[in-house]
């Protein structure tokens, strides 16, 4: 695989993502646990920001302490199921922005399709982290990253919760220069184009839907 793949394999992580993967969970508590694991996926893939030392005065005296600094950060969700992981990213960084992008797949060809697209126009001056909680096929990853950069923006990182090996292939042969972050690599597709073993649509777990 020509990608760079980081398998973030926390004891909590890989607790939250079995929860997840359960059958019968219920989308409340789908939700729940995937906002608790996009918080702690957050920390792995933030770990890079860049720190200055300020000054500052506490209770007892004034000391040299470290504060994010340099580049700012912006999460994109790919719609819809992006959503269920960009609550979690904002819990741990609320100042960072929002961008949208909204893709389905083609049902026939399984080929992404754009419906919607709403970006910061300073997303250029941004470290982007593109959301989306599945890498299936890898076509959706390759469009919304494609979306990206064609607004401007140069460093960009992908992280989904589950990822198949033929999505991280097109990914990383499209855009080999994005890192990847996933919770799990799992088996394979099915011929409907769903990861397995999985964990179900992402969405339709989210919201409840069919």
Not at 101 to 118: F, H, M, N, Q
Not at 162 to 170: D, R, S
């Amino acid at each position: 695989m020509s990608a760079r793949v980081t398998v973030i394999d926390h004891p909590l992580v890989q607790h939250k993502l079995t929860n997840l993967r359960r059958r019968e969970t219920p989308d409340w508590d789908f939700r729940r646990y995937l906002r608790e694991l996009a918080m702690l996926i957050a920390y792995e893939v933030l770990r890079d920001l860049p720190i200055e030392m300020v000054e500052i005065q506490t209770p007892l005296t004034r000391m040299m302490a470290p504060s994010l600094a340099g580049r700012r950060v912006c999460f994109v969700s790919v719609l819809r199921a992006g959503n269920g992981l960009l609550d979690g990213m904002l819990e741990v960084l609320p100042t960072a922005r929002v961008g949208h992008i909204g893709l389905y797949r083609d049902p026939e060809t399984l080929a992404a399709v754009e419906y919607y697209s709403k970006l910061p126009e300073d997303v250029s001056e941004r470290e982007v982290i593109v959301l989306d909680p599945m890498l299936a096929t890898g076509h959706s990853s390759v469009a919304a990253v494609s979306r990206v950069k064609d607004a401007g923006a140069t460093s960009i990182k992908y992280v989904c919760v589950l990822a198949a090996p033929e999505g991280i292939k097109t990914l990383g042969e499209g855009h080999p220069d994005v890192p990847i972050f996933t919770c799990s690599i799992d088996s394979h597709l099915n011929d409907h184009g769903y990861i397995m073993p999985g964990l179900g649509d992402a969405g339709d777990r989210i919201f409840g839907t069919k």
